[in-house]
């Protein structure tokens, strides 16, 4: 009883917006508070239950416990007070700053190996191209939507701006992407290591426009579905916890 | 005569006289020593002889916004095998209580003479 006698004060406090830290705290110090007034109860010689009773009656009811929170005016988490920022403008700059830092550094790395081809190109070399390429075409987009929808849930946000936040994501992450490709050398063309910050499809060494277009559209709607089922999902899960009705 | 001398500034009005006294209370009590928060809310308890008690569960709210406040500091101690929260006052906690003090004996005079039926005339 005692560890989830206090559920719907955070549950509460959450979905007023209240910072995640602020509410951990409070509540945490709610918690000691009540197992010392059980401690003095059970002393006082009731029983177990009755103590427990009690003592969470002399906390104060859920609702006073919440709004001596919001009267005081306890800061709100940024993703409450600017969810535009959060879930609008955040994903879409760590996504770039990303891609940047990808970008360069796998320019500053493969510099000395570019003109290398086929065999010539050492094996540990392959295995960063393979890497860089997994991480900057398929990892940061899908990471950066499990990121959102870690914060909304953390923080019970059910606004409009985490699906757009999630739109933004795809749309974003379709069409760029850091690819490294080992070119051998063919029909006159010289091999070598190539980089690209943009999803091209090539066909006998031209850029295939409508495919790269059909590869880039479904990498849009691939990510937002995966990402909306699972957010929804897992919001769902979280409504039906027992608690989560405050 | 200037405006402003002919008619001083009025004091603040109280619409809530009890707003002030458990931060003035918490902080007085945590210049005494450290201080978790059952243990605070006890000692006001105690102190007051039971005429004063602040809720057992808003007294975090108060030592909270104080120490966002920089009046009050906080660490985490291990005690008899439990994690606790101890308060302590800092400086500026110090130049707040005696503001609140000094405040507070104000209104408490001025009401006194007013049940006494003295006239400052």
Known sequence: MLEHSLEKVREGLLQKGIAPRHVNRYVAELHDHMADLV????????DMREAQAKARAILGTDAQLVRAVIDRGVPRSLAAKAPWAVFGILPVTVMIVLFMLLAFGSMSFFLPYRALSGAAIPEYVRAVGTTITIVGSYAIGPLLAAACIAIALRQRLSSGWVWAGLAFIALASGPFGVHINFVQPAGGMTGGIRGSVIQTVYEQGRIDLGTTLVTIAVR??????????????????????????? | MPLT????????PNPNFMAGVPELMILRLLQQREMYGYELVQAIRSQTGDVVSIG?????????ALEREGALKSRRMQVDGRSRIYYAVTVRGLKRYQDLAGSWTTLTQAIQSVIRGKSHA
């Open chain 2, 56 to 64: 057992e569960g808003i007294v975090y709210t108060v030592l909270h």
């Open chain 1, 39 to 46: 401690a003095r109860e059970c002393a006082s010689g009731l």
């Open chain 2, 5 to 12: 001398e002919r008619y001083p500034v009025p004091r603040d």
């Open chain 1, 220 to 246: 849009i709607v691939v990510l937002f579905a995966l990402s909306a089922l699972a957010y929804r999902f897992l919001k769902q899960r979280a409504e039906e916890l027992p608690h989560a009705s405050a």
